[in-house]
């Protein structure tokens, strides 16, 4: 079974698909997808995670990826609820969770319209707040507006936010689910 770390290596590593997501926006999306409103099929999942066709990519990366969402999943159903996002580190010692924003948000892009009544619910679309404020354009301008001088300090704060808020967004999901069974 490859750690964290040898799927890191394989995910960076020519061997694997150009396109693949790397070990942070991976876990970003992972948590969307454990996250997600509806249960999205893990042979639909893993293909959009490498990019690629599966055929190429050797089994034990697949399992290791699998098995990241399954420690995903365990967490967010323990109690208490634990989520350690996987954030890369910057050279000053901050945290950047662009990379594992922008993997999330691919996850909720395969469900758009499931993850709509969050937003329109009235109550729980600011629980996705920490994650859009991440969100850049092509010029690396907040896609929320935030002046750039502002930026780092309130992206050190949204990263810090991040693991309640998907915990909420779990609830969220769960307690609808319970509530319209």
Not at 34 to 50: G, K, Q
Not at 61 to 78: K, P
């Amino acid at each position: 079974m490859l750690s964290l770390d040898d799927l890191d290596a394989y995910l960076t590593s020519d061997d694997a698909p150009g396109n693949c997501m790397m070990i942070s926006d991976l876990d970003g999306f992972l948590h969307g997808i454990a996250c997600s409103p509806v249960l999205i099929p893990a042979d639909e999942w893993v293909m959009v995670a490498l990019g690629d066709p599966v055929q190429d990519v050797p089994d034990e990366v697949i399992e290791a990826i699998i098995m990241r969402y399954q420690d995903i999943s365990r967490g967010l159903s323990s109690e208490p609820p634990m989520v350690e996002p996987i954030f890369w580190q910057g050279r000053e010692g901050h945290v950047i969770a662009m990379d594992w924003c922008e993997g999330f948000m691919q996850a909720v892009s395969l469900r758009p319209k499931q993850w709509l009544r969050l937003r329109e619910s009235g109550q729980h679309g600011e629980l996705m707040m920490p994650i859009m404020l991440h969100l850049v354009d092509d010029h690396g301008d907040s896609v929320m507006g935030i002046p750039q001088e502002e930026l780092d300090q309130t992206l050190d704060k949204a990263a810090d936010a991040i693991p309640s808020a998907i915990v909420s967004i779990h609830r969220v999901w769960q307690s609808l689910d319970q509530s319209a069974g």
